[in-house]
C-alpha cells in the first residue's frame, strides 16, 4: 500500500533489555496521519510506524526482531495479568470437556496447581507430578487461550500492529499506468545493460512520463544515432584504398534457374552473394545444387563437379552481424574435391572485389534521404562548411552512404554504416564510420571531429 503523510505527530521509545545483548535496544515508535493512495477514496487515518524498520537499510537487525518478540510478548503478558486464564472462556471449556471429565481426581488437583503457576514467577510455582494426558489437555486449551489474546493484543494495540514501512520513493512504471499523479520523478533507465535502443524502453519510458502532471526524469540515458557508431580507418596515407569490400545487395532481383536453391535463407546479402559466385562458376560447369544455413554468421554452398559424380565442390559464406547490416565478408573453399582450385579462387576474387552498381550522386547540393540521416547528413554538410570543408555523398548504397570531403588539397572518402533492421534493432542508428581514403591525418581528424559532433 502506498501512503502520503500529511502530518507527524509524537514518537515514543521503549527499552527493552535481552540476553543477546548488553545494552538496551531501544525500540521508537512515531504517529504519523496519512493519506492512503491504494484504497478508493483515499482515506485519512492515523498509524504508528515502527522507526527502526523505516530507518533500517533493509530490515531489522536480528538484535532489533528479538526484542520486538520480546515486546509483543510482554504485552500479551500484561493482558494475561489482567485477563487470568482461570476466568477466561477456553478455561470453561477446558473443564467442560468430556476428557477432562473422565481425569481422576490427582490429575484434576494437577491441573488446577498448573493454571495457578501460570500468573506465579518462576521461583514461587509450584512442582506438579501428573501424567502426559492431563499435561496435553491443559496445553490444548492454554494455547487457544494465548492465540486469542495474541490477536486481541494486536487488534488493539497499535504498537504491536505498528506498520513496518519505507519510503514510497518507488512504483513501477507498469503499476502507474492508469493513475495520475501531481508530480512524478522517473528514473531513465530500467537497470544495467538493459536496451534502450528498442521499442519496448520507448514504450516503457512513455508510459512512466505520462503518469504525472510534472515529471522529473532523473539518470536520463542519452540517445543519439551514433552512440554505438564505431570509427575505423582503412586506408593508407597518400594511397587509396583497394582491400576487398564487403558485399551488400540492394533488392537483388534472384534469377528464376536459382530461387528453389537459396530460398531458405533470409540474408538477403548472402543470397546475393551465392547468386553472383554462382553465375560465374556456372561458366565452366560448376552447377549450384543446395545451400544451407549454419549459424548467424556461416552458410555454406552446394556445387556439382564437372564430369564427376556424387562429389560436390563446397563453399563458405561468411557474413557479419548486424552492426555491420549483415553484409558479406568473405567466400572461402571448404571443399574441393577434385575441382579446379585456380579457377575455383579467381573466380571467389573477381566476386569479392567486384563493385556493386551504386546510385552516384551528383550536383554541390545533392538531395539527402527522407528518413532519420536527413537531419543528420544536413548538420554534418553545414558544420564542414563552416570550417571551408566541402562534403558531398558520391555513392549510396544499402544501409551505406560514402562520402568525400574536400579542402583545397586535402581529400578524404568514407563510409557511413546504418541499420535498417527492426527485429536487430539497428533501425536508425549508424554502426560504423569507415575510412576509405585519405591524403592527410589532418583531414581525418578535422571531418572526425564534426561528424561526431565535437
Sequence with gaps: MFFTVLTVKETIQESIKIHQSQN??????????????????????DIWILDNYFNSEEDLTKDEQIAFRAFVNG??????????????????????DKQYKDLSNEEKEA??????????????KEKVETSRNARNLLSTYYQKYSKNLFFQVKDTNPFVNAVFVKYGWAITVHKAIGSNYNEVILKGHRKENDGITNDSYF???YSGVTAGKTVHITSPETIHPLMN????????????????ESLIFENYEVEAKLIGKVKSLENKNV??????ISNLLQQNGYLLESTKKFSDYLTKAFYSIPQSENRQLILIIDNKGPKDNF????????????????????????????????????????????????????????????????????????????????????????????????????KGFFSKIEVLEKSSETILEKVKDLVYGR
Excluded at 496519512?34 to 482515506?43: A, D, H, M, N, R
Excluded at 504485552?75 to 473443564?95: A, G, Y
Excluded at 557508431?229 to 576487398?244: L, M, P, Q, Y
Design 271 to 276: 543470397v546475393g552473394t551465392i547468386c553472383e
Design 229 to 244: 557508431c564505431v570509427f575505423e580507418d582503412n586506408s593508407s596515407r597518400g594511397v587509396s584504398t583497394k582491400s576487398k
Design 327 to 426: 553484409s558479406v565478408s568473405n567466400i572461402r573453399v571448404d571443399k574441393l574435391n577434385g575441382a579446379d582450385e585456380n579457377i575455383v579462387r579467381n573466380y571467389i576474387e573477381d566476386c569479392l572485389t567486384q563493385k556493386k552498381s551504386t546510385g552516384s550522386i551528383a550536383g554541390d547540393k545533392p538531395e539527402l534521404s527522407s528518413d532519420f540521416r536527413q537531419e543528420i547528413y544536413a548538420a554534418w554538410i553545414e558544420s564542414c562548411e563552416h570550417k571551408n570543408i566541402a562534403l558531398k555523398i558520391i555513392q549510396s548504397h544499402n544501409n551505406q552512404d560514402i562520402f568525400r570531403a574536400t579542402c583545397e588539397q586535402d581529400s578524404l572518402t568514407f563510409r557511413a554504416w546504418y541499420g535498417a533492421g527492426e527485429q536487430s534493432r539497428t
Design 111 to 124: 491441573i488446577k496447581t498448573l493454571v495457578r503457576n501460570y500468573a506465579l514467577p518462576k521461583e514461587k
Design 24 to 45: 538496551p535496544i531501544v525500540l521508537s515508535f512515531t504517529k504519523i496521519y496519512v493519506k492512503c493512495l491504494s484504497l478508493s477514496g483515499s482515506p485519512e487515518t
Design 203 to 205: 514504450r516503457w519510458l
Design 75 to 96: 504485552k500479551i503478558n500484561d493482558e494475561k495479568r489482567k485477563q487470568k486464564f482461570e476466568d477466561s472462556q477456553e478455561h470453561q471449556q477446558l473443564v467442560q
